[in-house]
C-alpha cells in the first residue's frame, strides 16, 4: 500500500503542478486562457482514452513491470515539459496521461489481490488520499518553485522522484501475496478469505463481456457518479488558484496555500471515507448501506457546502467552507473505487478502467468549460454554483445505482426483462 500511495502522490505532484504556474507560464509564453484550458486539459484526453489500454498492459506485463515503466515515462516527459513553448507543453501533456493512465486501474487490481474484502474501502482510500498529499504537497511546493527557479526548473526537478521509486518498486514488490517472501500463510488465508481473486499476471484473463458492460444499467450510473466527481474535482486542480488570485485577489504564493487546504481535506476525507465504508459493511453486510448509503449523505452535505461558499466574500472563509465540502466528496471516493471491486467479477481492471476513463472525460471538458463559463464579464461565480451542481449531478447516480450482484449480471437481467 505505502508503494501505491506514493507512486499516486508522485504523479498527482508533477500532473497537477501546471495548474498552479498557469498565470505564470500564461504570462511568460504569451498564451490565452482558452490556450492554458487546453493545456490543462490535454493531459485528460490521453489519460482518459488509455485507461482500457493501460488496464491491459498491467494484466499482460503484471503490476511489478508495469507501473515502474510507465514511472519512469511519466518521469521523462515531466522534465522535457519544460523545453519549447505551447505545443511541446501540449504534446507533453498528452503523452503524461498516456503514461499514468494504467496507474489506476492498475492499482486497484492490486488492492483486490492483496486485501480482503472488509479492508478494501480503506485501502481505496488511501490510495485516493494520497493523490491529493501529492496535490497538496505540489501545490505549496510549485508556488514557491516558480517564485524561486522558475517554471523550467520546477519541472526539470520534479522528473527526478519518480525514477528513484521505479527502481525500488520493482526491486521490492511482487504481483501476487504468494510470491512475496515477508508475506506469511496466516496473511495468505486472511487475504483469500476475500473470495474470487483475479487472475495472476501473464495468465489469460477471459474475455471481456463487452456488450454486457457497456449495456449494464449498473455501469452507467457507476460511470455516471465518477464524470461529475471527476469534473468537480478538476476545478481544484485547474483553475481553483487562478479562480482565488482573479476573484479573491490573492497573491500567487498564497493561492498556493489556499489552494493546498481543500486538497488536504481531500486526504482526511479518503481515508475517514474508506474506514466508514468497511466499518458500515463489517456492521450491516450491507453493500448497499455501505457504498450507495454512505455516498449518497456525503455528496448531499458536499454540494449545500460548495454552495454556501457563494455567500461569503472573505478567501480564507470562502476556501475553508469549499475545503469542508472536499471532504464530503472525498469520502465517497473509496466507495467508488471499491464498488468497481464488488460488482467487477473476473474483470476488476477493466471496469475500474471504464469507470475512471469516464470520470476523466469529465476531468476533461471541466478546465475547457471554464472560459465559457466565465463569459465576457469573467463572473467567477457562476463557475462555482456548477461546480457545486457537479455533486448534485453525481448523488442522482448514486440514488439511481442497484449495487447488487455484478454489471455484468444486472446487464443479463435487463436484457431478459427487455425480451
Same mark, same amino acid.
Given at each position: 500500500?505505502?508503494?501505491?500511495?506514493?507512486?499516486?502522490?508522485?504523479?498527482?505532484?508533477?500532473?497537477?503542478?501546471?495548474?498552479?504556474?498557469?498565470?505564470?507560464?500564461?504570462?511568460?509564453?504569451?498564451?490565452?486562457?482558452?490556450?492554458?484550458?487546453?493545456?490543462?486539459?490535454?493531459?485528460?484526453?490521453?489519460?482518459?482514452?488509455?485507461?482500457?489500454?493501460? /488496464?491491459?498492459?498491467?494484466?499482460?506485463?503484471?503490476?511489478?513491470?508495469?507501473?515502474?515503466?510507465?514511472?519512469?515515462?511519466?518521469?521523462?516527459?515531466? *522534465?522535457?515539459?519544460?523545453?519549447?513553448?505551447?505545443?511541446?507543453?501540449?504534446?507533453?501533456?498528452?503523452?503524461?496521461?498516456?503514461?499514468?493512465?494504467?496507474?489506476?486501474?492498475?492499482?486497484? #487490481?492490486?488492492?483486490?489481490?492483496?486485501?480482503?474484502?472488509?479492508?478494501?474501502?480503506?485501502?481505496?482510500?488511501?490510495?485516493?488520499?494520497?493523490?491529493? $498529499?501529492?496535490?497538496?504537497?505540489?501545490?505549496?511546493?510549485?508556488?514557491?518553485?516558480? $517564485?524561486?527557479?522558475?517554471?523550467?526548473?520546477?519541472?526539470?526537478?520534479?522528473?527526478?522522484?519518480?525514477? =528513484?521509486?521505479?527502481?525500488?518498486?520493482?526491486?521490492?514488490?511482487?504481483?501476487?501475496?504468494?510470491?512475496?517472501?515477508?508475506?506469511?500463510?496466516?496473511?495468505?488465508?486472511?487475504?483469500?478469505?476475500?473470495?474470487?481473486?483475479?487472475?495472476?499476471?501473464?495468465?489469460?484473463?477471459?474475455?471481456?463481456?463487452?456488450?454486457?458492460?457497456?449495456?449494464?444499467?449498473?455501469?452507467?450510473?457507476?460511470?455516471?457518479?465518477?464524470?461529475?466527481?471527476?469534473?468537480?474535482?478538476?476545478?481544484?486542480?485547474?483553475?481553483? /488558484? @487562478?479562480?482565488? +488570485?482573479?476573484?479573491?485577489?490573492?497573491?500567487?504564493?498564497?493561492? *498556493?496555500?489556499?489552494?493546498?487546504?481543500?486538497?488536504?481535506?481531500?486526504?482526511?476525507? *479518503?481515508?475517514?471515507?474508506?474506514?466508514?465504508?468497511?466499518?458500515?459493511?463489517?456492521?450491516?453486510?450491507?453493500?448497499?448501506?455501505?457504498?450507495?448509503?454512505?455516498? =449518497?449523505?456525503?455528496?448531499?452535505?458536499? &454540494?449545500?457546502?460548495?454552495?454556501?461558499?457563494?455567500?461569503?466574500?472573505?478567501?480564507?472563509? &470562502? $476556501?475553508?467552507?469549499?475545503?469542508?465540502?472536499?471532504?464530503?466528496?472525498?469520502?465517497?471516493?473509496?466507495?467508488?473505487? @471499491?464498488?468497481?471491486?464488488?460488482?467487477?467479477? &473476473?474483470?476488476?481492471?477493466?471496469?475500474?478502467?471504464?469507470?475512471?476513463?469516464?470520470?476523466?472525460?469529465?476531468?476533461?471538458?471541466?478546465?475547457?468549460?471554464?472560459?465559457?463559463?466565465? #463569459?465576457?464579464?469573467?463572473?467567477?461565480?457562476?463557475?462555482?454554483?456548477?461546480?457545486?451542481?457537479?455533486?448534485? *449531478?453525481?448523488?442522482?447516480?448514486?440514488?439511481?445505482?442497484?449495487?447488487?450482484?455484478?454489471?455484468?449480471? +444486472?446487464?443479463?437481467?435487463? /436484457?431478459?426483462?427487455?425480451?
Amino acid at each position: 500500500m505505502a508503494g501505491l500511495c506514493a507512486a499516486a502522490a508522485l504523479s498527482y505532484v508533477s500532473r497537477n503542478a501546471i495548474a498552479v504556474a498557469e498565470s505564470t507560464v500564461r504570462a511568460d509564453l504569451e498564451l490565452t486562457k482558452e490556450q492554458s484550458g487546453w493545456l490543462m486539459s490535454a493531459f485528460f484526453i490521453s489519460y482518459a482514452l488509455c485507461q482500457i489500454p493501460g /488496464a491491459w498492459v498491467g494484466q499482460r506485463l503484471g503490476t511489478r513491470r508495469a507501473l515502474p515503466a510507465f514511472a519512469i515515462a511519466w518521469s521523462i516527459t515531466t *522534465g522535457l515539459t519544460a523545453v519549447g513553448g505551447f505545443f511541446n507543453l501540449l504534446a507533453m501533456r498528452v503523452m503524461k496521461g498516456v503514461s499514468q493512465a494504467g496507474l489506476i486501474p492498475i492499482c486497484i #487490481g492490486v488492492v483486490a489481490k492483496w486485501f480482503p474484502k472488509t479492508g478494501q474501502a480503506f485501502a481505496t482510500g488511501a490510495l485516493g488520499s494520497f493523490m491529493s $498529499v501529492g496535490g497538496a504537497v505540489g501545490a505549496v511546493l510549485t508556488g514557491w518553485l516558480v $517564485v524561486e527557479i522558475g517554471w523550467r526548473w520546477m519541472f526539470v526537478l520534479y522528473s527526478l522522484p519518480g525514477l =528513484l521509486w521505479a527502481a525500488w518498486f520493482w526491486g521490492w514488490f511482487r504481483n501476487t501475496p504468494s510470491e512475496h517472501p515477508a508475506v506469511n500463510t496466516a496473511e495468505r488465508e486472511l487475504i483469500s478469505s476475500a473470495g474470487d481473486l483475479p487472475s495472476p499476471a501473464g495468465a489469460a484473463a477471459p474475455p471481456t463481456p463487452w456488450l454486457q458492460l457497456i449495456t449494464s444499467p449498473a455501469m452507467w450510473c457507476i460511470c455516471g457518479q465518477q464524470f461529475f466527481r471527476g469534473a468537480g474535482y478538476m476545478f481544484f486542480t485547474s483553475w481553483f /488558484a @487562478t479562480y482565488l +488570485q482573479e476573484a479573491r485577489g490573492v497573491t500567487i504564493l498564497k493561492s *498556493g496555500f489556499l489552494t493546498m487546504l481543500p486538497l488536504l481535506a481531500v486526504v482526511v476525507g *479518503g481515508l475517514a471515507g474508506g474506514a466508514i465504508s468497511d466499518a458500515v459493511l463489517k456492521r450491516t453486510g450491507s453493500r448497499r448501506l455501505a457504498r450507495q448509503g454512505v455516498s =449518497l449523505v456525503s455528496l448531499g452535505l458536499c &454540494a449545500a457546502l460548495t454552495l454556501s461558499a457563494y455567500f461569503f466574500a472573505d478567501p480564507l472563509t &470562502a $476556501v475553508l467552507i469549499i475545503s469542508a465540502g472536499s471532504f464530503f466528496a472525498a469520502v465517497v471516493g473509496p466507495c467508488g473505487y @471499491t464498488i468497481t471491486i464488488d460488482m467487477g467479477g &473476473a474483470h476488476v481492471s477493466t471496469v475500474n478502467s471504464v469507470m475512471n476513463m469516464t470520470g476523466n472525460f469529465g476531468a476533461m471538458l471541466f478546465p475547457l468549460a471554464v472560459p465559457l463559463l466565465l #463569459g465576457e464579464d469573467q463572473n467567477w461565480n457562476v463557475v462555482l454554483v456548477t461546480f457545486g451542481a457537479l455533486y448534485l *449531478g453525481s448523488a442522482v447516480c448514486w440514488l439511481l445505482l442497484k449495487p447488487d450482484g455484478t454489471v455484468f449480471e +444486472q446487464a443479463l437481467v435487463r /436484457a431478459k426483462s427487455d425480451s
